[in-house]
Nanobody
Framework: QVQLVESGGGLVQAGNSLRLSCAASGSIFSIRSMGWYRQAPGKQRELVAVIADGSSTNYADSVKGRFTISRDNAKNTVYLQMNSLKPEDTAVYYC??????????WGQGTQVTVSS
């Protein structure tokens, strides 16, 4: 069994910051990648950021320069530091972990709301 627990969401004013965390527990062996998706009401779910084996990263164009993804391999945890938040960042954020030879697992989602 693999479980992901997300934390760090909330309601903030535009320009402020939040840090999301997602900790994986259970039968963890080799993690291929970890990352974050988000989905706003009425919009398509989009990949926000991913960090692969090693430390290579990729970001959606809409968050480049503002968000930073990182990981702590010893803790099986992925983070998303979100700076200069904008109202359009409002969404439910879902973390995932891709475990080699097992597949992907998803967190429960955490709400991020940015007021103007």
């Amino acid at each position: 069994q693999v479980q992901l627990v997300e934390s760090g969401g909330g309601l903030v004013q535009a320009g402020n910051s939040l840090r999301l965390s997602c900790a994986a527990s259970g039968s963890i062996f080799s993690i291929r990648s970890m990352g974050w998706y988000r989905q706003a009401p009425g919009k398509q779910r989009e990949l926000v950021a991913v960090i692969a084996d090693g430390s290579s990263t990729n970001y959606a164009d809409s968050v480049k320069g503002r968000f930073t993804i990182s990981r702590d391999n010893a803790k099986n945890t992925v983070y998303l530091q979100m700076n200069s938040l904008k109202p359009e960042d409002t969404a439910v954020y879902y973390c995932y972990v891709d475990i080699a030879r097992r597949g992907a697992y998803w967190g429960q989602g955490t709400q991020v709301t940015v007021s103007s």
